[in-house]
């Protein structure tokens, strides 16, 4: 007869603790930076990617970033007159909703402002984007990368390439082996005298549609990117008390 096993009962203990003791230390670092800084920033991040945010942190190595944790930034910061940590943190709070995060600063609020006007990167949609253009390819040879987007978007909408996937063939054109990888997602695809081709006309996306997982890695393979990387900052808090809404 098969042995019984008995249910294991696993402590949660330690990984609550772990996990208090973090947002306790999340909290103190809060507080300690608003000590420590003339300007506290609620800034909400347009087409996420960490990489770029990490970009945003080097450039600002002198700054310090809080992103997520909402409630644990609020409860930092307090909720109310009763409760806040310095004069008027609790107007921060109120705007700790959604993708959200903290920027503590003591650079000059003119200069923190010219900064994040003038920084933006393009990159590639993801699915679950909203299109902002419209794409329709003809039959005949597929292009892609500088070809593609010169051919087929209009210029308002001409958006960077990655310039170390366009060059990895040395050429606008795919190579032969990737005809059934696009074929796979959706591409009416034929080798002709070794290169792709498009059997018919094949519309790629509508602007205002949604981007499902294929068009999303087929607007990536053509060198597209319509998705821009844009960090607005939506209030701030001066050490003296004086609040405003960027």
Same mark, same amino acid.
């Given at each position: 007869?098969?042995?019984?096993?008995?249910?294991?009962?696993?402590?949660?203990?330690?990984?609550? +603790? #772990?996990?208090?003791?973090?947002?306790?230390?999340? /909290?103190?670092?809060?507080?300690?930076?608003?000590? &420590?800084? !003339?300007? %506290?920033?609620?800034?909400?991040?347009?087409?996420?990617?960490?990489?770029?945010?990490?970009?945003?942190?080097?450039?600002?190595?002198?700054?310090?970033?809080?992103?997520?944790?909402?409630?644990?930034?609020?409860?930092?910061?307090?909720?109310?007159?009763?409760?806040?940590?310095?004069?008027?943190? +609790? #107007?921060?709070?109120?705007?700790?909703?959604?993708? /959200?995060?903290?920027?503590?600063?003591?650079?000059? &609020?003119? !200069?923190? %402002?010219?900064?994040?006007?003038?920084?933006?990167?393009?990159?590639?949609?993801?699915?679950?984007?909203?299109?902002?253009?419209?794409?329709?390819?003809?039959?005949?040879?597929?292009?892609?990368?500088?070809?593609?987007?010169?051919?087929?978007?209009?210029?308002?909408?001409?958006?960077?390439?990655?310039?170390?996937?366009?060059?990895?063939?040395?050429?606008? /054109?795919?190579?032969?082996?990737?005809?059934?990888? &696009?074929?796979?997602?959706?591409?009416?695809?034929?080798?002709?005298?070794?290169?792709?081709?498009?059997?018919?006309?094949?519309?790629?996306?509508?602007?205002?549609?949604?981007?499902?997982?294929?068009?999303?890695?087929?607007?990536?393979?053509?060198?597209?990117?319509?998705?821009?990387?844009?960090?607005?900052?939506?209030?701030?808090?001066?050490?003296?008390?004086?609040?405003?809404?960027?």
């Amino acid at each position: 007869m098969p042995r019984s096993k008995r249910q294991k009962i696993v402590s949660l203990t330690k990984a609550e +603790s #772990k996990g208090r003791e973090h947002k306790e230390k999340l /909290v103190v670092d809060i507080q300690q930076s608003v000590d &420590l800084y !003339q300007y %506290i920033y609620v800034y909400s991040v347009n087409n996420m990617r960490n990489s770029y945010l990490k970009q945003v942190r080097s450039k600002l190595n002198s700054s310090r970033f809080f992103f997520g944790r909402n409630k644990v930034m609020a409860k930092a910061l307090g909720s109310g007159d009763a409760d806040e940590y310095k004069e008027n943190t +609790s #107007k921060i709070s109120k705007f700790l909703t959604g993708e /959200v995060g903290l920027l503590f600063s003591n650079d000059p &609020l003119e !200069q923190t %402002i010219e900064f994040f006007n003038n920084y933006s990167e393009s990159d590639y949609a993801k699915t679950g984007f909203v299109s902002t253009v419209s794409i329709s390819i003809p039959a005949g040879e597929l292009i892609r990368g500088d070809a593609f987007i010169s051919s087929y978007l209009s210029s308002d909408q001409v958006m960077p390439i990655d310039d170390e996937k366009d060059t990895l063939y040395g050429s606008d /054109v795919f190579p032969p082996n990737m005809e059934p990888q &696009l074929r796979s997602l959706g591409l009416p695809t034929q080798l002709v005298k070794g290169k792709i081709h498009l059997t018919n006309d094949f519309n790629l996306v509508n602007k205002g549609s949604i981007l499902n997982p294929k068009q999303a890695q087929l607007l990536k393979l053509f060198g597209v990117k319509l998705a821009n990387f844009k960090v607005k900052l939506i209030c701030c808090l001066k050490n003296d008390g004086t609040f405003t809404k960027l």
